[in-house]
């Protein structure tokens, strides 16, 4: 028989139970947590809940948060880690949790997302990848969801990355492409693309993926007349690019606390990106006239080193660009170069003919550029292109237009997807007469290298595996 007295000692007892648990929950949510860590966190969540870009959200965080040296190396792996690697690490969580990881809470997604990439894709030993993913979801969630956490992560490390892969990827035998996209964290559709870009071959797409699935080291541009390459790699302790002369590799720290960044003597800009606009400048069109102009402008690294190199041989470009806020942004970039900044459509600017040349960097997918906007390759969807291919035809046929005879039309897009490349220009040269395509490699390549191992031509196709640049194409034309 339970006597009042027994009641009341079970009420006091269960009182003070629910102490030490709210005792235990004000401790670890008053723990200090990794603020590497947490600024991953946080960045990760603004790219799933507000569409975020990474890499132009990390670096603010960090500054805001004067998170430097070995800490912000850290944060810097986790967070483009993580966001590379998502389709792969979602299906690890999903067969962890023996649920869809879209069903899962999206806070507590975040931090298991984080926990799994340090578990399965870095040194960092397995007590610590767990722990520290608990304490972050408890401080935030308390008791229940981090021990959902905490038992999701210890399933995830019972086996490493292969042992996952060969569990959850397609058969290589029944599915090559399915086989290698997952392997190396992309969607089966762009390893597809880029299967058919690379001429079937399955040795090259393997390698086109690996180095895609790689975090690559930042590419600055020495802007011609302000500073030279070697000057650039002096001051910064980088190294001289092996193919555009105005190309500086900064294998590690902000860019953005260089002097010669911040002072608009350079500029962070891949080195495909660079090969671009100084093929342009290259091509033969006779007798300069000096009128040159770039066709879709933002966000302006191209137009300033154009803006750069005209300023030396006594030019002036024109640039155009459809947003009043990104033209805004070109305007600082290309501050005190020879350079028009205007705001209209493409399609539609206003512009008398007579270019000497026109640089058409067309609007495209982006899938020549996802190792270094790591979330882009889970956003992209292939229904997106179509669009696109629209408004690439558009705009090379206005360029077209804009050049004089004797001119060169440079065309370029940060993606090799053939439907945005060669098929775009086979489509306009079919419908628009007194065009010759011009070979493209000995633009691209100068004196620097040999023209002949940048492909078959005329056009030009980089890649991260071949040049350890983005995926560049690019194509010119001359008006007869």
Same mark, same amino acid.
């Given at each position: 028989?339970?006597?009042?007295?027994?009641?009341?000692?079970?009420?006091?007892?269960?009182?003070?139970?629910?102490?030490?648990r709210?005792?235990?929950?004000?401790?670890?949510?008053?723990?200090?947590?990794?603020?590497?860590?947490?600024?991953?966190?946080?960045?990760l969540?603004?790219?799933?809940?507000?569409?975020?870009?990474?890499?132009?959200?990390?670096?603010?965080?960090l500054?805001?948060?004067?998170?430097?040296?070995r800490?912000?190396?850290?944060?810097?792996?986790?967070?483009?880690?993580?966001?590379?690697?998502?389709g792969?690490?979602d299906?690890?969580?999903?067969?962890?949790?023996?649920?869809?990881?879209?069903?899962?809470d999206?806070?507590?997604?975040?931090?298991?997302?984080?926990g799994?990439?340090?578990?399965?894709?870095?040194?960092?030993?397995?007590?610590?990848?767990?722990?520290?993913?608990?304490?972050?979801?408890?401080?935030?969630?308390?008791?229940?969801?981090?021990?959902?956490?905490?038992a999701v992560?210890?399933?995830?490390s019972?086996?490493?990355?292969?042992?996952w892969?060969?569990?959850?990827?397609?058969?290589?035998?029944?599915?090559?492409?399915?086989?290698?996209?997952?392997?190396?964290?992309?969607?089966?559709?762009?390893g597809?693309v880029?299967?058919?870009?690379?001429?079937?071959?399955?040795g090259?797409?393997?390698?086109?993926?690996?180095?895609?699935?790689?975090?690559?080291?930042?590419?600055?541009?020495?802007?011609?007349?302000?500073?030279?390459?070697?000057?650039?790699?002096?001051?910064?302790?980088?190294?001289?690019?092996?193919y555009?002369?105005?190309?500086v590799?900064?294998p590690?720290?902000?860019?953005?606390?260089?002097?010669?960044?911040?002072?608009?003597?350079?500029?962070v800009?891949?080195e495909?990106?660079?090969?671009?606009?100084?093929?342009?400048?290259?091509?033969?069109?006779?007798a300069?006239t000096?009128?040159?102009?770039d066709?879709?402008?933002?966000?302006?690294?191209?137009?300033?080193l154009?803006?750069?190199?005209?300023?030396v041989?006594?030019?002036?470009?024109?640039?155009?660009?459809?947003?009043?806020?990104?033209?805004?942004?070109?305007?600082?970039?290309?501050?005190?170069?020879?350079?028009?900044?205007?705001?209209?459509?493409?399609?539609a %600017? @206003?512009?008398?003919p007579?270019?000497? *040349?026109? /640089? $058409?960097?067309?609007p495209?997918?982006?899938?020549? =550029? !996802?190792?270094?906007?790591?979330?882009?390759?889970?956003r992209?969807?292939?229904?997106?292109?179509?669009?696109?291919?629209?408004?690439?035809?558009?705009?090379?046929?206005?360029a077209?237009?804009?050049v004089?005879?004797?001119?060169v039309?440079?065309?370029?897009?940060?993606?090799?997807?053939?439907?945005?490349?060669?098929?775009?220009?086979?489509?306009?040269?079919?419908?628009? %007469? @007194?065009?010759?395509?011009?070979?493209? *490699?000995p /633009? $691209?390549a100068?004196?620097?290298?040999?023209?002949? =191992? !940048?492909?078959?031509?005329?056009h030009?196709?980089?890649?991260?595996?071949?040049?350890?640049?983005d995926?560049?194409?690019?194509?010119a034309?001359?008006?007869?």
């Amino acid at each position: 028989m339970t006597t009042s007295g027994d009641r009341r000692g079970g009420r006091r007892d269960s009182g003070r139970r629910e102490d030490r648990r709210g005792d235990a929950e004000r401790k670890y949510r008053d723990k200090d947590i990794d603020p590497a860590r947490i600024v991953a966190r946080d960045v990760l969540r603004a790219v799933r809940e507000r569409d975020a870009y990474a890499n132009l959200l990390l670096p603010k965080l960090l500054r805001e948060r004067k998170i430097s040296g070995r800490d912000a190396g850290l944060a810097t792996e986790l967070t483009y880690g993580t966001a590379r690697s998502m389709g792969f690490l979602d299906a690890v969580i999903s067969a962890a949790a023996g649920r869809p990881a879209a069903e899962i809470d999206g806070p507590l997604l975040d931090v298991l997302r984080l926990g799994a990439y340090q578990l399965l894709r870095t040194r960092i030993g397995s007590h610590a990848a767990v722990s520290t993913s608990v304490d972050i979801a408890r401080s935030e969630n308390g008791m229940g969801p981090s021990g959902f956490v905490n038992a999701v992560l210890r399933k995830v490390s019972q086996r490493d990355e292969q042992l996952w892969i060969d569990e959850l990827a397609p058969s290589m035998m029944d599915d090559r492409i399915g086989n290698l996209a997952f392997t190396y964290a992309h969607p089966r559709w762009i390893g597809e693309v880029f299967y058919e870009a690379l001429d079937r071959s399955t040795g090259e797409l393997q390698a086109a993926l690996a180095a895609d699935d790689e975090r690559p080291i930042v590419h600055l541009v020495a802007r011609p007349g302000q500073i030279t390459a070697e000057e650039l790699a002096l001051i910064s302790g980088g190294e001289e690019g092996r193919y555009s002369p105005y190309c500086v590799y900064l294998p590690e720290g902000d860019p953005g606390q260089l002097d010669a960044v911040r002072e608009g003597f350079a500029g962070v800009q891949d080195e495909g990106s660079q090969l671009v606009a100084i093929a342009l400048t290259r091509a033969d069109v006779g007798a300069d006239t000096g009128r040159w102009l770039d066709l879709c402008a933002g966000p302006g690294g191209k137009a300033a080193l154009l803006g750069s190199l005209a300023d030396v041989e006594g030019a002036h470009v024109d640039a155009v660009e459809i947003s009043d806020h990104r033209a805004k942004l070109i305007e600082k970039v290309v501050d005190g170069l020879p350079v028009d900044v205007r705001v209209a459509d493409g399609r539609a %600017s @206003g512009l008398e003919p007579g270019f000497d *040349r026109v /640089l $058409v960097d067309a609007p495209c997918s982006g899938l020549g =550029s !996802l190792r270094r906007r790591p979330e882009a390759r889970w956003r992209r969807r292939p229904e997106d292109v179509p669009a696109l291919v629209e408004l690439q035809k558009q705009l090379l046929a206005e360029a077209l237009r804009l050049v004089r005879p004797g001119g060169v039309v440079v065309y370029s897009t940060c993606s090799p997807h053939r439907a945005e490349t060669v098929e775009v220009v086979d489509a306009v040269l079919s419908e628009v %007469s @007194g065009i010759t395509r011009v070979d493209a *490699r000995p /633009l $691209v390549a100068g004196d620097v290298f040999d023209a002949d =191992s !940048l492909g078959p031509g005329p056009h030009v196709q980089l890649w991260p595996h071949r040049q350890d640049t983005d995926a560049m194409f690019l194509a010119a034309l001359r008006k007869d």
